[in-house]
Structure formats: structure tokens, C-alpha cells
């Protein structure tokens, strides 16, 4: 029995050890077969350079309406978010103090009729010898000093109605109301008008590219608020220094508002077309991303390997991307299969 239990035991063992041996031949022969992946040759186009930029709005002129001299507010007529006409009234001061300037403008102008009759008769009366010089060249004298008395208290009436009934300088939307009515004028403007109409558009842009942007040059401006729908403005100033501390210089975009969609503080994004730059295009799929990092690489055949290269993506067109560096004109880069390859990697290719 025993001799017959130690033979069945070896034929068991050599069973399961035919066995193994197989399945290791089979294992091995997964091992050698090579990842399959598809490929497609790349090559430099003429790609439009965008430049992108975020932007702030502002009005094209501000308006910050007061009096010169302290004074008590009897009316308000507008209030925050009205529109304004040039000329329009937007608030009345008391004007205790005008009737007494009038009174001076009218003594004014009395006395100085007087002086000009006195004058007159001198003349006149020098000219028939009944006078001399002297008397003539003295009336001259206080004719002009009459003259110049009745221009300044017409210019001091002038100025008392100039801060009393408060007229716009400009068309706008009235943006700030700082007083009510019956309080005293102070450091504060009583109101604040915005020209809106135009608007002006702020960027920031790099000094690297100052060169390529100048006045009257379009640009497409596009807001959170409306969408997809874009803007059309014009660049009105590049500023003529660059900041030391972002290397960047400002740009204002003139941008027609009749409509009044756009208001200040509003923010946008600018894009202006600044040339051409001849660069590698690749279909988007070939791209990869590194987890957990913002590199981006692309897996590039050769002579049967790939190589794992790290690249610079530039802007998106349509289902490609610009590449401003990594990958050469001509080079042959993986489409599909990334997930299973490594730097250095033999490769099968398929149609």
C-alpha cells in the first residue's frame, strides 16, 4: 500500500509540474507582445496669434458735480442710475446770496454809465477848448476802472448761479448721489455723472509684446454677462512706459455704447489678433497630462520606440493645438493607446 500511494504521488507531481511549466510559457509570451498604437505625422502651419486678456470698464469721461463754495442744498432732481443730457439741471443750492450780487451788478453798470457821460462831456468840451488833457486822460481812467469793476461783479454773479443752479457738463448715467436734500455741501460731490457712451475697455499686456499692438487696431471683447456674443472695439491709447514691477503696459479700447448694455465695472475679456507665427498643430488626442501636474507631453515614434517629450501648448483651434515647443515638423506622434506606454517603449503600429 505504501509502495502504491508514493507512485501516485509522483505521478500527481509530475502532472502539476507539466502543467506549471505551460502556464509560465504562456505568461511569457504576454510579456513579449508590444502595445499597439496609432500614429499620424505633424507639421508646422500659420497659426494666428490671439493674444487674451482680462479687462475692466470704464467711463470715457467722469463728472463730479459741486459747488466751489459751501452752501445748503434746497434740490436734488436725479438720483443714482438716471440718465443725463449735457446742460441738464441736477440740483438748485440756496440762493439767498444771489440778490445781493445782482444788486452789485446793477450799481455797477450805473456807475459805470456815468463815468462814460462824464468822459464824454470832457471830450467834447477839449474839443471846442473848453477843457484840457489832463481832465480827459483822468476820465479815460476811471472810465476803464468802471469798465473793469462791472466785469468782475458780473463774473462773481455768474459763478454764485454757476453754484447754485448745478447744470451736467456731459451726457451720462449719473453714478453716485452723496447728499439729500437740506444738508450743507462738503468734501463730497452732490452727485457724480459717467459718460458711458463711448466706454473705455483697460488691459494689461505683456512688454513682450508691445511691439505688435498699436492704436486703431481692432479688438474683440466678449462679457460674463452676455455670453458668446462679441464686441467690437478699437485700441484708442497704448501707454507709452511699461510698469517695473508686472512688466506690463495698459491699453485702453474705445468701444461704442448707444445702447447702454456695457456699464463701468463690468468685467470682460479682450482678444486682439497680434500676427501670424509659423508652429506644429497636433490633434488634441495627442496630448497627454501629467497627473497632479500642469505639464502636458506627447508621445513621439520613432524607429519603432516612443518618447515621452514635455511640450509648450499654445492656443486651441477647433479639436488641435498650437505647440510653441517639444515637437519638430514632421515628427510622427501617438494618437491613441498613451495609457499603456512608458518612455523608451517598442511599439506596434496599426492603421
Keep these: 500500500m505504501k509502495k502504491n500511494i508514493f507512485h501516485i504521488s509522483i505521478g500527481t507531481l509530475t502532472?502539476?509540474?507539466?502543467?506549471?511549466?505551460?502556464?509560465?510559457?504562456?505568461?511569457?509570451g504576454e510579456e513579449e507582445k508590444l502595445p499597439v498604437v496609432k500614429v499620424e505625422r505633424v507639421f508646422n502651419q500659420d497659426v494666428v496669434q490671439n493674444?487674451?486678456?482680462?479687462?475692466?470698464?470704464?467711463?470715457?469721461?467722469?463728472?463730479?458735480?459741486?459747488?466751489?463754495?459751501?452752501?445748503?442744498?434746497?434740490?436734488i432732481l436725479v438720483d443714482e442710475g438716471y440718465n443725463v443730457a449735457k446742460g441738464q439741471t441736477v440740483a438748485i443750492l440756496d440762493d439767498v446770496n444771489i440778490t445781493s450780487y445782482e444788486i452789485q451788478v446793477a450799481n455797477a453798470k450805473a456807475n459805470l454809465d456815468n463815468v462814460r457821460q462824464n468822459y464824454e462831456?470832457?471830450?467834447?468840451?477839449?474839443?471846442?477848448?473848453?477843457?484840457?488833457?489832463q481832465n480827459v486822460d483822468q476820465m479815460k481812467l476811471q472810465l476803464t476802472n468802471a469798465e473793469n469793476s462791472?466785469?468782475?461783479?458780473?463774473?462773481?454773479?455768474?459763478?454764485?448761479?454757476?453754484?447754485?443752479?448745478?447744470?451736467?457738463?456731459?451726457?451720462?448715467?449719473?453714478?453716485?448721489?452723496?447728499?439729500?436734500?437740506?444738508d450743507m455741501t462738503g468734501a463730497l460731490p452732490i452727485v457724480t455723472v459717467a459718460q458711458v457712451n463711448p466706454v473705455k475697455i483697460i488691459i494689461n499686456v505683456p512688454e513682450s509684446?508691445?511691439?505688435?499692438?498699436?492704436?486703431?487696431?481692432?479688438?474683440?471683447?466678449?462679457?460674463?454677462?452676455?455670453?458668446?456674443?462679441?464686441?467690437?472695439?478699437?485700441?484708442?491709447?497704448?501707454?507709452?512706459?511699461?510698469?517695473?514691477?508686472?512688466?506690463?503696459f495698459a491699453v485702453e479700447i474705445g468701444l461704442q455704447n448707444s445702447q447702454g448694455r456695457v456699464l463701468p465695472g463690468m468685467f470682460g475679456r479682450?482678444?486682439?489678433?497680434?500676427?501670424?507665427?509659423?508652429?506644429?498643430?497636433?490633434?488634441?488626442?495627442?496630448?497627454?497630462?501629467?497627473?497632479g501636474s500642469a505639464?502636458?507631453?506627447?508621445?513621439?515614434?520613432?524607429?519603432g520606440r516612443v518618447s515621452y517629450n514635455k511640450v509648450e501648448v499654445g492656443q486651441r483651434i477647433g479639436s488641435t493645438y498650437e505647440l510653441i515647443s517639444g515637437v519638430e515638423s514632421g515628427d510622427t506622434v501617438v494618437m491613441t493607446g498613451q495609457t499603456k506606454l512608458a518612455d523608451g517603449m517598442a511599439v506596434e503600429i496599426v492603421p
Excluded: W
Design 15 to 28: 502532472v502539476f509540474t507539466f502543467l506549471s511549466s505551460c502556464g509560465e510559457k504562456k505568461t511569457g
Design 51 to 75: 493674444g487674451i486678456y482680462t479687462a475692466t470698464v470704464e467711463p470715457e469721461l467722469i463728472n463730479n458735480i459741486s459747488t466751489s463754495t459751501p452752501n445748503r442744498i434746497k434740490e
Design 121 to 133: 462831456r470832457a471830450v467834447k468840451l477839449l474839443e471846442i477848448g473848453g477843457g484840457t488833457q
Design 150 to 182: 462791472l466785469a468782475a461783479a458780473e463774473r462773481t454773479l455768474r459763478n454764485v448761479k454757476e453754484n447754485t443752479i448745478l447744470v451736467t457738463p456731459i451726457s451720462g448715467v449719473v453714478t453716485a448721489r452723496n447728499y439729500d436734500p437740506g
Design 209 to 248: 509684446q508691445l511691439s505688435k499692438i498699436v492704436k486703431g487696431m481692432p479688438a474683440f471683447i466678449t462679457f460674463d454677462t452676455y455670453g458668446d456674443e462679441v464686441f467690437e472695439g478699437h485700441v484708442t491709447m497704448v501707454a507709452p512706459i511699461v510698469d517695473a514691477n508686472s512688466r506690463t
Design 270 to 291: 479682450v482678444k486682439l489678433e497680434l500676427g501670424n507665427a509659423n508652429h506644429v498643430v497636433v490633434p488634441d488626442r495627442a496630448i497627454v497630462k501629467q497627473p
Design 295 to 303: 505639464n502636458q507631453y506627447i508621445y513621439v515614434y520613432h524607429n
